[in-house]
């Protein structure tokens, strides 16, 4: 029986009494070396066939695209790693960027309180989600799913159905347009920082390693005295706090907040998840692995749009994408089995 204070850690899930975990660890660093080959064999294609898609200005196009869906998915790499999905975050970024321009144009709050108003829109979006599932017993794809109509409907009725504009916030768009270093965004700069805590609490905190524990095993987990449905809470809210991230940065990104905007994103950031080696089934995650996955995602997609591909085929390519990702991953699942 595992101790209150020592969860499983293995990003495996828990060990078999005769084995060890180095061939389900061995097979998840294999799918981020595919990954991460997968996204040179993509970025090389396109390089060859357009002569504009190696210019910087179309690179830093592909980096602030992947920083807000990068930025999504990384949350969402802690609730997959549950077992559990969320399929929210989507319209819950354009619900926070909506919140975001209520609380510094309508109700002109300075830029940083207006921010953490934004950011705290995503996480008590995260936190209805975790009470949905951990005390009400809603399954997880049925919870986010109407959270998700939830979300939308709310940003078109906050808005009014209209944009709404930064132009008179001063500074704002400097947060996801501004260079500190210069010729990267800072919109990218988040997303690497962002990453970089995800990569600590998920391999270093308690709320990572409870979130693997209970996608390897939730019975073991609450048999070991974890209070599971406090800590499914917690990593819910967890995500929905990378989604108010994602959303600012949206927001700051076009200098406005567009309430039509978030259906389909959370099917980029989920696949951006599960090409980067992270379990439907739960127990295993990892925060590079998401990383390469959200950039193959915004490569592909800026590729086949600078190749001049109709945007019903470009919505073909990447469904084809997220079915192959998939069924990787059940591959992956019978390989462990």
Do not use: H
Request: some cysteine.
């Amino acid at each position: 029986m595992t101790s209150p204070t020592t969860p499983t850690t293995s990003t495996a899930g828990p060990a078999p009494a005769t084995g060890t975990t180095r061939g389900p660890r061995y097979r998840q660093q294999l799918q981020q070396i595919l990954a991460f080959a997968g996204l040179v064999v993509i970025f090389a294609f396109f390089s060859f066939a357009s002569p504009f898609f190696l210019e910087w200005a179309n690179i830093k196009g592909i980096l602030l695209a992947t920083a807000v869906t990068g930025i999504m998915a990384l949350g969402a790499t802690f609730v997959i790693a549950t077992g559990g999905i969320d399929l929210s975050v989507g319209t819950g970024m354009t619900l926070c960027a909506v919140m975001t321009g209520v609380f510094l144009t309508n109700l002109g709050l300075p830029l940083a309180v207006g921010v953490l108003g934004g950011i705290a829109t995503g996480a008590l979006l995260g936190l209805l989600n975790g009470l949905n599932v951990s005390f009400l017993r809603i399954p997880p794809f049925i919870a986010t799913l109407a959270m998700m109509m939830v979300a939308q409907g709310l940003s078109l009725i906050i808005s009014g159905t209209k944009p709404i504009y930064f132009s008179d916030v001063a500074g704002f768009s400097q947060i996801a347009l501004g260079e500190l270093v210069p010729g990267l965004p800072n919109a990218v700069l988040i997303f690497f920082v962002a990453a970089v805590v995800a990569g600590v609490l998920l391999s270093k905190s308690l709320i990572g390693r409870y979130a693997l524990s209970i996608g390897s095993n939730e019975e073991a987990t609450a048999i070991s005295g974890i209070n599971v449905r406090r800590w499914k809470v917690a990593v819910y809210t967890l995500a929905g706090t990378f989604t108010g991230l994602a959303g600012v940065v949206m927001a700051s990104r076009l200098n406005s907040a567009q309430p039509g905007l978030g259906l389909g994103y959370e099917l980029e950031a989920i696949a951006a998840v599960v090409i980067g080696g992270t379990s439907l089934r739960g127990g295993r995650g990892t925060i590079l692995g998401t990383v390469i996955g959200a950039l193959i995602m915004s490569t592909l997609t800026n590729g086949l749009r600078i190749m001049s591909i109709p945007q019903e085929w470009q919505k073909v390519a990447v469904g084809v994408v997220i079915l192959l990702a998939v069924y990787a991953d059940i591959l992956r699942r019978g390989k462990d089995a």
